[in-house]
């Protein structure tokens, strides 16, 4: 291993410790302060108090599952630069998160217990209105994409709202569900977190070659063997799969995978086979600090996660776009 690589796998190994850092300072940090020695005592089974066990096993899976859904988003927003070839996009730009969740908030306006597979149809179908107003001249216009993706986010995203106020039912959950949330997070879905997780991470690894080849262009890469249209429709599915998954159990979260896979790239470059676990990392320290602030800085008032992810990037997309449209 050269020295870059060297350095590269060392920006990875601090990564992880930054991780274990923002899980543990998360774990104190609500309404309630839990102190690292109850922690500790936590860890090590020592802890008597049914109600102290009971909170501190509630925000672990809160917690755990932030982090683990920013790995995720952080993980759809790399592979949906890398299909488009396009570092402005992310399941929020191209709406594909308001699909979700519009696509999980109408399954259960019909009583289908679980929104995923509708979650996962709205989704698709966000990603085909996007990519057909964004068509030109038998291409992609990065400007008509966005605008398409901002179009048919704020259409569903209304209607999404249209099905929530007239729901006759809980109406103040599913406005914080809406805008992000993690109050219902549990320590039997953070088992299935965890493996999609992994699961997502693994798959691309697996293929990083591949997506590096995707970033050559269409005709090299498909000079070099790659099936450009098999395998791009192969990893738009697998993200929408993805994105809907937790769409359909936290709501919106926004812009977590525009930044994280920009800070990756600056840290270790744009090869995937450590760009994806760097993004992957990052992506899930951003969300977990963005759930933190958003559960005790006002404490014992909550507001909305996805609240704080849009007001991190709002800023950093604009800035993007406006690098990208002077040409620096």
């Given at each position: 291993?050269?020295?870059?690589g060297r350095?590269?796998?060392?920006?990875?190994?601090?990564?992880?410790?930054?991780?274990?850092?923002?899980?543990?300072i998360?774990?104190?940090?609500?309404?309630?302060?839990?102190?690292?020695?109850?922690?500790?005592?936590f860890?090590?089974?020592?802890?008597s108090?049914?109600?102290?066990?009971?909170l501190?096993?509630?925000?672990t899976?809160?917690?755990?599952?932030a982090?683990?859904s920013?790995?995720?988003?952080?993980?759809?927003?790399?592979?949906?630069?890398?299909?488009?070839?396009?570092?402005?996009?992310?399941?929020?730009?191209?709406?594909?998160a308001?699909?979700a969740?519009?696509?999980g908030?109408?399954?259960?306006?019909?009583?289908?217990?679980?929104?995923?597979?509708?979650?996962?149809?709205?989704?698709?179908?966000?990603?085909t209105?996007?990519?057909?107003?964004?068509?030109?001249?038998?291409?992609?216009?990065?400007?008509?994409?966005?605008?398409?993706?901002?179009?048919?986010?704020?259409?569903?995203?209304?209607?999404?709202?249209?099905?929530?106020?007239?729901?006759k039912?809980p109406?103040?959950?599913?406005?914080?569900?809406h805008?992000g949330n993690?109050?219902?997070?549990?320590?039997?879905?953070?088992?299935?977190?965890?493996?999609?997780?992994?699961?997502?991470?693994?798959?691309?690894?697996?293929?990083?070659?591949?997506?590096?080849?995707?970033?050559?262009?269409?005709?090299?890469?498909?000079?070099?063997?790659?099936?450009v249209?098999?395998?791009?429709?192969?990893?738009?599915?697998?993200?929408?799969l993805?994105?809907s998954?937790?769409?359909?159990?936290?709501?919106?979260?926004g812009?977590?995978?525009?930044?994280?896979?920009?800070?990756?790239?600056?840290?270790?470059g744009?090869?995937?086979?450590?760009?994806?676990p760097?993004?992957?990392?990052?992506?899930?320290?951003?969300?977990?600090?963005?759930?933190?602030?958003a559960?005790?800085?006002?404490?014992?008032?909550?507001?909305?996660v996805?609240?704080?992810?849009?007001?991190?990037?709002?800023?950093?997309?604009?800035?993007?776009?406006?690098?990208?449209?002077?040409?620096k």
């Amino acid at each position: 291993m050269n020295s870059i690589g060297r350095s590269k796998f060392i920006i990875v190994s601090i990564l992880f410790s930054l991780a274990g850092i923002a899980i543990f300072i998360s774990m104190q940090l609500g309404a309630v302060y839990i102190s690292p020695p109850t922690l500790f005592s936590f860890l090590q089974g020592k802890i008597s108090e049914p109600n102290i066990n009971l909170l501190v096993n509630l925000r672990t899976a809160r917690v755990l599952s932030a982090f683990l859904s920013g790995c995720i988003l952080s993980l759809s927003g790399l592979l949906y630069q890398t299909v488009f070839q396009n570092p402005l996009v992310d399941a929020y730009v191209l709406g594909v998160a308001s699909g979700a969740v519009f696509g999980g908030m109408l399954s259960m306006r019909l009583g289908i217990m679980n929104p995923w597979p509708g979650a996962f149809a709205g989704a698709v179908m966000a990603t085909t209105l996007t990519l057909i107003l964004g068509k030109q001249n038998g291409g992609l216009s990065i400007i008509k994409t966005l605008l398409g993706g901002v179009v048919v986010g704020s259409v569903l995203s209304a209607a999404s709202t249209f099905l929530l106020i007239t729901w006759k039912g809980p109406l103040y959950g599913g406005i914080f569900w809406h805008l992000g949330n993690f109050a219902n997070a549990s320590r039997r879905g953070l088992i299935e977190l965890g493996v999609v997780s992994f699961v997502f991470l693994l798959t691309f690894i697996l293929f990083h070659r591949s997506l590096d080849i995707l970033l050559l262009g269409e005709e090299e890469a498909a000079s070099l063997g790659l099936r450009v249209g098999k395998f791009r429709l192969i990893v738009l599915v697998l993200s929408a799969l993805a994105v809907s998954y937790i769409s359909s159990r936290f709501g919106l979260l926004g812009f977590v995978g525009l930044i994280a896979p920009h800070v990756a790239r600056l840290l270790v470059g744009p090869l995937h086979n450590l760009l994806l676990p760097t993004a992957f990392l990052f992506g899930g320290i951003l969300l977990v600090s963005s759930e933190t602030i958003a559960r005790s800085v006002f404490a014992p008032v909550e507001i909305p996660v996805g609240i704080i992810t849009v007001l991190l990037g709002g800023p950093f997309f604009l800035y993007l776009l406006g690098r990208r449209v002077g040409g620096k």
